[in-house]
Nanobody
Framework: QVQLVESGGGLVQAGGSLTLSCAAS????????MGWFRQAPGKEREFVAA???????TYADSVKGRFTISRDNAKNTVYLQMNMLKPEDTAVYCC?????????????????WGQGTQVTVSS
């Protein structure tokens, strides 16, 4: 069983930055693809970013140039560096693991999920 725990959320002003972390259990973490998703009230879950087992990265168009996903396999941790935050970035952010290792934009492709961390961006 893989467990994922997010941290780093909070309240920031528009234009500010936050870094989210996702700490994962599992002996084969280095082979997982990891993704970040977000969901705002009244909206569907939205893909944000993903990173493959080999380090390939995929971003949603809405965050390209502002967000950076990275992983530290030695720490079993995935990060999401968020810069130039906008009010529309406000959501609960969840990390997810895909055991096959290929990044995917569909939530249905992921096998394990964290509980999420709230990010609120004030205007």
């Amino acid at each position: 069983q893989v467990q994922l725990v997010e941290s780093g959320g909070g309240l920031v002003q528009a234009g500010g930055s936050l870094t989210l972390s996702c700490a994962a259990s599992g002996r084969t973490f280095s082979r997982y693809a990891m993704g970040w998703f977000r969901q705002a009230p009244g909206k569907e879950r939205e893909f944000v970013a993903a990173i493959s087992w080999s380090g390939g990265k995929t971003y949603a168009d809405s965050v390209k140039g502002r967000f950076t996903i990275s992983r530290d396999n030695a720490k079993n941790t995935v990060y999401l560096q968020m810069n130039m935050l906008k009010p529309e970035d406000t959501a609960v952010y969840c990390c997810a693991a895909h055991i096959f290792g290929v990044p995917d934009t569909s939530p249905a492709s992921y096998d394990y999920w964290g509980q999420g961390t709230q990010v609120t961006v004030s205007s």
